[in-house]
């Protein structure tokens, strides 16, 4: 008889735990997915041309905040939890939720999910989002491109439209971002890598993507991890980030502190901003946890073009979305530099918001002074460009990774904040990508 499946999810891991372990097997039956964190996902079906002979209806996605009826209703058998960046308490919070509903409660490991490419992979993945993912991957793939490498990078899934259209997703240029309608968080995760001319991958079916990607015979792929989540594919080199920022987070994080005690390599960074204690606080739970990692101290340092604008002026401070929201932090690098480049104020945007942009300021209560990027979609854009007019800032801070104005009209004067990863002293990203290619 086969088991009855609900697997709680947030539109990403969900679906490849599904694909890779679940889609194919007789012995389960899975009834629905769940959603949370990403907002317009539940209601939707996922698709029977994804979820394979077994489901010729397709599978519906319902809200988590269904999740004790759902399991009653349904006779689950067992509930697998696939989603990311989650506290400790949390998870064990929905552990005992499913528990006392009379179901089993799972988590799927690295043996049963990860799948294996011909070519060398690097994965670049963190202990919580916002960590510096992003940089580090961009760091990676410019030193291989100095060294004369073909690398093609394959994203961790956003796939928040029409899954059948997402299966495989190939990123060259800024058309394809238009013809994919990208969202604000894709944007940000693919524009730096078409700005270097190289190829980005991301969709639903990691496995179709992982094939397509090898085709282009690429010298190395590299995994650019999303929130704390772990590698879908088996790395031959690990490279997990560290924020001191939030230190003792590395620990008390799912899946983060599997990324962590699973990395060949440690980076912390964010050292120039952080304080000494939270570095250090970090590097003891390494040595604790993992002391045979390679460890290296970094930066994320600010540029900012025309900084003289933000000087003595009202400014409205713009951060990347996930970041603030599921990744709890309260300020960004577009925060640092209206401080920095002295601002007369960083005006509250809340009383600004329109829209889906209110429900996140009532969801996620920590945030004040700063106006998460949220783009889920063409209509949240508009109301994000709207919120943004609506203010009496005299200067818009763009914190996010890409320029704004591409996809909206801004009325006010903008100033962009990039950052880059920068090593202090060694061991370097240098070294380390120097003795793993030495050794392949």
């Known amino acids: 008889m086969r088991k009855k ?42 698709p029977k041309e994804l979820a394979g002979e077994l489901y010729p209806n397709g599978i519906p996605i319902e809200s988590e905040a269904n999740l004790v009826n759902l399991i009653k209703e349904n006779n689950i058998d067992e509930v697998v939890l696939s989603y990311s960046d989650l506290p400790f308490s949390y998870v064990m919070e929905k552990a005992s939720l499913v528990l006392a509903s009379g179901a089993d409660f799972k988590l799927l490991g690295p043996n049963n999910s990860m799948l294996k490419s011909k070519k060398p992979i690097i994965s670049i993945c963190a202990v919580r989002t916002g960590s510096g993912k992003s940089q580090t991957t961009r760091r990676v793939l410019d030193i291989l491109k100095n060294k004369g490498l073909k690398v093609v990078s394959i994203r961790h899934p956003m796939p928040y439209g029409n899954l059948v259209k997402q299966k495989v997703q190939r990123f060259a240029t800024y058309e394809d971002l238009d013809r994919h309608e990208c969202t604000i968080e894709e944007r940000e995760e693919y524009e ?53 920022h939030r230190a003792g987070h590395e620990v008390s994080y799912f899946p983060g502190m599997t990324n962590l005690i699973m990395a060949d390599v440690l980076v912390i960074n964010k050292e120039e901003t952080a304080t000494l204690e939270g570095i250090e606080k970090a590097r003891a739970n390494i040595e604790k946890w993992n002391p045979n990692a390679t460890v290296i101290d970094a930066a994320s340092p600010l540029f900012v073009k025309n900084p003289s604008i933000i000087r003595g ?33 960083i005006i509250d945007p809340r009383p600004y918001a329109v829209g889906s942009i209110v429900n996140t300021y009532k969801k996620y209560t920590h945030l004040d002074k700063i106006l998460p990027a949220m783009g889920y979609g063409k209509k949240q854009i508009k109301e994000l460009e709207e919120s943004i007019n609506k203010s009496d800032a005299e200067v818009v801070v763009i914190g996010t990774p890409i320029d704004l104005t591409r996809i909206m009209n801004i009325k006010k004067p903008t100033v962009r904040v990039t950052y880059e990863l920068q090593e202090i002293g060694k061991p370097n990203l240098e070294e380390v990508l120097s003795d793993f290619l030495a050794n392949k």
Request: proline share 5%; net charge negative; charged share 25%.
């Open 5 to 46: 499946v609900l697997i709680m999810g947030a539109a990403g891991r969900d679906f490849h735990n599904f694909n890779v372990y679940y889609r194919d097997n007789p012995d389960y039956e899975v009834v629905c997915f769940t959603a949370t964190q990403i907002p317009d996902i539940e209601g939707r079906l996922y």
């Open 192 to 244: 730096p890598h078409i700005d270097r001319n190289s190829v980005i991958y991301a969709g639903v079916d990691y496995e179709e993507i992982l094939r397509q990607a090898e085709e282009e015979n690429p010298d190395v792929i590299l995994w650019d991890g999303g929130n704390n989540d772990f590698s879908f594919y088996k790395p031959d080199l690990s490279i997990v980030v560290v924020d001191p």
């Open 313 to 345: 002026k009202r400014c409205l401070v713009i951060e990347d979305g996930p970041t603030l929201t599921h990744g709890e932090m309260t300020y960004g690098a577009g925060f640092i530099a209206a401080k920095k480049f002295g601002a007369s104020e």
